[in-house]
């Protein structure tokens, strides 16, 4: 069971808008900053968005990041075929003293 | 460029150990907190155990506590993780990730315990 929570799968046609959403609480998402990652089948997590709305440079401003409360969406404009993938979220956690995830959406582009 | 090797992984019985490494480079790695995360085959991903830059501060997922040791060294831009009483829920591939929420993560070394 996953401290962050999210949704298992999600999908859209091209060209399409998507949201996944991340809910967590005010000892992470409440109280720190929410980071995206997206991870192909066999490769490591690659960082998608940080500090809940910025992207690290390479990443397509069809990406988007948000936080509001103790959630927070990503979301993906223009849907294209290879944004197929996993995404998780991420935020530190100060009851835990360590960093918690989303159990990770899979993304499905039709 | 910023990388991260992680190395160590294999094969393990129920109740073993095993040292795992974490090679960076192309970045000050004494300037930063580092963590340990893992990921069981087909599922999510698992924060294992955190450092701060100094090595003075680690905390620990309460799945390891106790089994698990995080430590580095800041002279020789290296990460490590000491696992003990290793068992078949250990068994992940474990990623070396650098800062507090992980901005850079390694290639990920495959850890397997089962007799």
């Known amino acids: 069971q996953s401290v962050l929570t999210q949704p298992p799968s999600a999908s859209g046609t091209p060209g399409q808008r998507v949201t996944i959403s991340c809910s967590g609480s005010?000892?992470?998402?409440?109280?720190?900053?929410v980071y995206w990652y997206r991870q192909l089948p066999g490769t490591a997590p690659r960082l998608l968005i940080y500090?809940?709305?910025q992207r690290p440079s390479g990443v397509p401003d069809r990406f988007s990041g948000s936080k509001s409360g103790t959630s927070a969406s990503l979301a993906i404009s223009g849907l294209r075929s290879e944004d197929e993938s996993h995404y998780y979220c991420?935020?530190?956690?100060?009851?835990?003293?360590?960093?918690?995830f989303g159990g990770g959406t899979k993304l499905t582009v039709l | 460029e910023v990388q991260l090797v992680e190395s160590g992984g294999g094969l393990v019985q129920p109740g073993g150990s095993l040292r795992l490494s974490c090679a960076v480079s192309?970045?000050?790695?004494?300037?930063?907190?580092m963590n340990w995360v893992r990921q069981a085959p087909g599922k999510g991903l698992e924060w294992v155990s955190y450092?701060?830059?100094?090595?003075?501060?680690?905390s620990y997922a309460d799945s390891v506590k106790g089994r698990f040791t995080i430590s580095r060294d800041n002279a020789n831009n290296s990460l490590f993780l000491q696992m003990s009483s290793l068992r078949a829920g250990d068994t992940a591939v474990y990623y070396c990730?650098?800062?507090?929420?992980?901005?850079?993560w390694g290639q990920g070394t495959l850890v397997t315990v089962s007799s």
């Open positions: 500090s809940n709305n």
């Open positions: 005010s000892f992470n998402i409440g109280s720190d900053y």
């Open positions: 450092i701060d830059s100094s090595g003075s501060t680690t």
């Open positions: 192309g970045f000050t790695f004494s300037s930063y907190e």
């Open positions: 990730a650098r800062e507090y929420t992980p901005d850079y």
């Open positions: 991420a935020a530190w956690d100060d009851s835990l003293g360590g960093v918690v």
